[in-house]
Each structure stands twice: as C-alpha cells, then as structure tokens.
C-alpha cells in the first residue's frame, strides 16, 4: 500500500464519516460519533440477507459473467456478514483504528483467495451499492442513508487496497 492509497482512503473517510461541523482543538474534521451510533442498526439488514443476496445476485448478472455470478452466490453470506460487521462495531473506537486491518482481513484478502480480479471487485462493489442506492434492497430510510454513506467509504477502501494485490 502507498502513501497515494493513504490519501485515498483517508480522503474518503474525511468526505462521508464527518459531519463537517465538529473540529477538535488544532481545527481538524472529528469523525461523526452520532453516525458511527447510527450503524450499529445495520444488523438488522442480516436478518434479511436472503432476499438481499437474491436481489445482488439477480443485478449482478446483468452484468457479469456466470462463473462471478456463481461465486458470489456462494460468498455473499460471508461478503455481507463481514461488511455489516466492519460498519455495525465502527461505534467503538478499537473499530475505528483498526478499519484498514479489518477490510483487509476481512473483505480483501477472501476476495483475493477467490481470485477475482480487479474489474471483478468492481462490479462486485458497484452491484452491492447500486441495489442500495436504487432501492432495489429497500430498507427503512435513515438506515440506508448510513449504509450507502459507510459502504460509499468502504467501497473505496476495497478497490484501493485490492488494487495493490494485482
């Protein structure tokens, strides 16, 4: 990972995690505390995530070729889990410090022993968030607010960190 990829993700972190009003004492942005609180509801997409894995699967096809499709059938459940996951515990600061390590460990390196390649992580991403974002997976309004604000930041951690594997 370089300096650049740093930036990135830090960039994306600053854009979607503060609120933009809260400074600490030398005048820096302060992560939004009520958001990452705001998080923790998204266990409860879990407890819909066969009808969540039905409808990526149905709108990754569309663009996707069968044997990513097949896979991703067969990894969305451990995909998901870990994605709600990272975003539902980002209320503890442990969580917050340890974000790099956690999307590596839990979402890059299993896309990697899967052998994606990069333009496949990318549909893979583009497809999670466009289900939330065109309301193909509805859930309640708030809560898809903060997911597709956090999966908007995780997205860009995913793509940057899996970039360095290729």
Known sequence: ITFKDIITVTQAIMQNWTSGMDIDESGDPVLDRDYFGGLRELKMVQDREKEHRNIFIKHL?????????????????????????????????????????????????????????????????????????????LIETDMKNNFVRFFATLKVMIVTFYSTLV
């Not at 499709?69 to 917050?96: A, C, Q, W």
């Not at 410090?97 to 549909?123: C, G, M, T």
């Open 61 to 137: 096809a569309k663009s996707a070729d069968k044997r990513l499709v097949s896979d991703m059938e067969t990894h969305f459940k451990p995909f998901n889990r870990n994605v709600i996951s990272i975003g539902s515990t980002l209320y503890h600061n442990k969580e917050i410090r340890d974000i790099f390590l956690n999307v590596w460990e839990k979402i890059v390196e299993p896309l990697k022993q899967l052998r994606f390649s990069l333009p496949e992580v990318r549909q893979i991403v583009d497809s999670y968030e466009e289900i939330l974002t065109d309301n193909r997976f």
